[in-house]
Every structure is written in C-alpha cells, then in structure tokens.
C-alpha cells in the first residue's frame, strides 16, 4: 500500500505573522496549544525573523528527525549564534567539521568525569547558598547564576585568581548583548567602538586575550595530564591527523559552552524553587531524603522540573534538501522546532502532564524522544550529565541549608531571557536556616 506524501509543508494557524510572533513570544505554551487542539502534533507557525517553521510534538517523528542524516539537517549553519559566538562555535557549525568538534569535545562530558568537578561545584554553591537572606523573599536566579558562571569558569575554563575575577567581570555583560544582537542582525555592523556591535566585539577581543592567556599558560603546565578541567583536555585532544586544536577553536568552543551552560542551568535551578515551593509534599520528601544521605528522588525530581519547565523550549533543524516527515515532503530551507513545550504535556505519555510529579521518573529513565529538554540525536546537549550533576549538588547544598517556605502564590509565568525561558519573578522565595547538623561535613570534605 503506498501512502501519499504531500509537498509542502503542514497546516497551522491563519493568524497573521506579527500576531503568531507575539504568541510566541510572550504566551508561548497556550499559543502552541490551541495549534496542536486544531493541527494535531505536526503543523505551521509563521514566525518573524524565522518565517515557517514546522513544529513537531511526536515522539515517532521528533524519532525520525534526530535521527536524519546530517547533510540534509543542519543545526548550526543558518544559526544567528554563529556570528555571536565564533565561526567554530559547535552551535554555528555542521556535518563533518562539527562531528570532528564534537569528538575533540566530548571525553572531559563522560559521566566517571563527574565527580572530580562535584565537590568544586559543591564548594562553590555552599559559598553562594551561605550568604542567602534568612526570613526575607528574594528572587534566587541571580544568585543561580553567580553559581553556575563560576562552576563553568572553573571546571570548564580552568581559571583561578585574577583570571577568573576579570571573566567574572567581563562575560556576564559580553553575555547580555551576544543574546540582544544575535535578535538583530541588521545592526550586527561595526561602527566604531560606541555602536552595539563595535563594543560587543571589543569585549569579546578582551575575553580572548584572557583565554589565549589560559590557553597557553595550560600548554605550557608540565602538569597539564593531571589536570580535570575542559580547556585543559582541549588543549590535549588531537584531531585524526594528529594536529591539535587551534587557539580559536579552543576559545569559540568555551564561549559557546558557557553561552550554552550558564543561564540554562540557572534557570532550572530557578524553576526548581518555583516548583518546590508550590508542592510541599514533593519538598518534604527531598528534605527527608537529603537528610538520610539518599538522591533517587531529587533526581526524578530534577527530571520532572525539566519536563514542566524546559528552558529551551524547541531543538530547531534547517532541511538542507527537501525532508520528508510525518507525510510530508518539506521543502529545502525549512525551520523545524521539535517542541520540548508540547511534547512534555502530551497527556498520552505523561498522564496528568499540569501535575508535578516525580514519582514518574522515581528510579525510572525517560523516554529518549519524549523526554527532550537536552535536544537529541548527534546535536544532543554534550554537558547534559554536567549539567544534571550540577543540578543535583547545588540542589543537595540549597536543602541541606535552608527550609524553602512554601508558598500558594499563583505558578511564575514564563519569561523569555534571550537563551533560556526563566520563572518570571525569578524563582522567589523566603528561606529559613535549617539545622547546623548537617551543614558542617560535606564543606570539610570538599575543602
Ligand atoms: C539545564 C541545562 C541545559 C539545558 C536545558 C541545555 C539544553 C540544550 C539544548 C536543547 C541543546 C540543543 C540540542 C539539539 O539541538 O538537539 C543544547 C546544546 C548544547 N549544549 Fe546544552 N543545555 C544545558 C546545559 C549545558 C551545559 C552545562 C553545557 C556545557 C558545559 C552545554 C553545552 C552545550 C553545547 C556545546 C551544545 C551544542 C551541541 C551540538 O550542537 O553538538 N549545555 N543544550
């Protein structure tokens, strides 16, 4: 029996192109709803700045698609993050030069790694954590931040000292404007040193000079095998014909880890407090749980608060040629954008997908494509493993620290930060010290 393929691509909703940006941008899950109700899980949306873009919510077809061949999928060529982030930003690059990228790339990711970065990103929380206010509301993404910007610099970057301080300075503003511009590529035009763009890329010549500093500092380290951090395992990885990496290979890939790594991370941080509060029970038992040393349920809960809130909300491929999926034959140049929004509230693999609720991960894996918050395929997010691990000491370190009080103020709402979709009053809350007990010993051990 042969089926029908239909070129082109599939219906969605006639709204005109401003008002679908608008959904988009600022009510985005209800705006995707509503589409799925009328399209089913494959349709269009018309989107300024991307045009059509085909967002599927399958697991059979978000399959078939992270799967496809990579010459006829691109992630990374028509990316507006290539220009942001250098010409070999593993965000802006493709097929065989991003297969080789990534391999250099991915032994220091591998999950026995883990453990050395654990307790100098424990550490670090604890450093952070201890200083939050007793008894008064405050919004945590911020102090988040400062967590995983530091994590990063320090286990990926491998900076100390005054490197690390001039980073610290200079990257969150580097940051800021790398996610404004890349929005805008008609003002992506050197100027001088006043205009957008001109001061962008004269802070990003300043953070190379940093790099290249740490780069050839690492080179030159008789200890550099013993040495646990990223860069360092850059600077030794070799290509097949034994040729190192170059300076700006090792320099684009560090800002794109730290572009891809710092706000994601501490935007679920955010939503996992936004979540907690709001569930006493579930924080209850994560409490007891720390209490008793264990962490099966804080990482079905980490698992949960990432189907709920994916901070990125689509994996987002370009047909290079045209692609069939789901019945159609897509053209050439094509967006599509698997959605970890509407596949994650899908009541047919999520049952009750509005309730939080561990329990359904509780010592039980995800589905590789229903369960999409890293991506997929040979683009998946390569610090998925770092990031869980980072996700579970800083949470380990928050509720061995503090009572999170909960609250029944109405659920954040979704604010888009340019990388990452962060809770909208930036995950508050009010905490209270807990005991001492638990407080003393793991800051020795990590010491
Ligand atoms: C909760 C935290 C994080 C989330 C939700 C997240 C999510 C994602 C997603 C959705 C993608 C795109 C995958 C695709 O297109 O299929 C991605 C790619 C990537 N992520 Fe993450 N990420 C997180 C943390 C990190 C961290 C900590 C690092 C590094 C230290 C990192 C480095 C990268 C890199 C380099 C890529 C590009 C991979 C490629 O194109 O081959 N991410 N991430």
């Known amino acids: ?62 399959k078939h698609t992270f799967t496809a061949d990579a010459k006829t999928l691109h992630a990374g060529s028509q990316s507006p993050l290539r220009r942001i982030l250098g010409n070999h930003s593993l965000l802006g690059i493709d097929e065989e030069y991003h297969l080789e990228q990534r391999k250099l790339l991915l032994p220091p990711f591998k999950g026995q790694r883990m453990k050395v970065y654990e307790s100098m990103i424990e550490q670090i929380a604890v450093d952070e954590i201890e200083r939050w206010p007793i008894g008064t509301p405050f919004a945590t993404t911020q ?11 320090q286990a990926v970057f491998g900076a ?8 610290e300075e200079l990257l969150p503003p580097w940051t800021d404007q790398g996610q404004q511009l890349s ?13 957008p763009w001109g001061r962008f890329l004269r802070l990003r010549a300043k953070v190379d000079r940093i790099l290249d500093e740490l780069i050839e500092d690492a080179r030159r380290d008789p200890e ?44 679920t941080l955010g939503w996992a407090v936004e979540r907690l509060t709001r569930n006493p029970d579930v924080l209850a038992r994560l409490s007891a749980e720390v209490d008793e040393g264990g962490k099966a349920y804080r990482d079905a809960t980490i698992r949960e608060v990432q189907r709920m809130r994916p901070v ?16 159609y034959r897509l053209p050439k140049g094509v ?29 039980k894996l995800p589905e590789t494509y229903s369960w999409i918050p890293f991506g997929g395929g040979i683009r998946r997010c390569i610090g998925a493993t770092f990031a869980h691990m980072e996700l579970d000491v800083v949470l380990r370190v928050m509720l061995e620290r503090v009572a999170l009080e909960p609250t029944d103020a109405p659920d954040e709402s979704w604010r888009f930060k340019g990388v990452a979709w962060s809770p909208g009053a930036g995950g508050r809350v009010t905490v209270h010290a807990r005991s001492a007990r638990t407080r003393v010993p793991e800051v020795a051990a990590a010491a």
Not at 27 to 55: C, D, T, W
Not at 143 to 153: D, E, H, V
Not at 160 to 167: I, N, P, Q, Y
Not at 256 to 261: E, K, Q, V
Request: charged share 20%; proline share 7%; no cysteine.
């Open 335 to 363: 967006l599509i954008g698997l959605s970890a929004g509407l596949t994650h509230y899908d009541p047919q693999l999520f049952e009750q997908p509005d309730r939080f609720d561990p329990g359904r991960f509780y010592d």
């Open 312 to 327: 990125v909300s689509f994996a987002g491929r370009h047909t290079q040629k045209p692609f069939e999926v789901g019945g």
């Open 143 to 153: 102090t988040f931040q400062r967590i995983t910007l530091r994590a990063i610099l």
């Open 183 to 195: 929005r805008f590529p008609q003002i992506q035009k050197d100027l001088g040193p006043w205009s």
């Open 160 to 167: 100390s000292g005054r490197h690390l301080h001039e980073l």
């Open 224 to 267: 550099l095998t013993e040495r646990s951090d990223v860069l360092a395992l850059m600077v030794q990885a070799r290509r097949v014909d034994g040729s190192p990496m170059t300076n700006a290979e090792i320099r684009d890939q560090l800002v794109t880890m730290l572009a891809a790594g710092h706000e994601t991370t501490a935007h």
């Open 1 to 62: 029996m042969s089926t029908t393929i239909i070129d082109g691509v599939p219906p969605g909703p006639s709204l005109p192109m401003a008002l679908q940006t608008l959904g988009m941008m600022t009510r985005q899950r209800p705006f995707l709803e509503r589409a799925r109700r009328r399209y089913g899980n494959m349709f269009s949306v018309n989107i300024h700045g991307l045009g059509k873009m085909v967002i599927l919510a399958d697991p059979a077809l978000i």
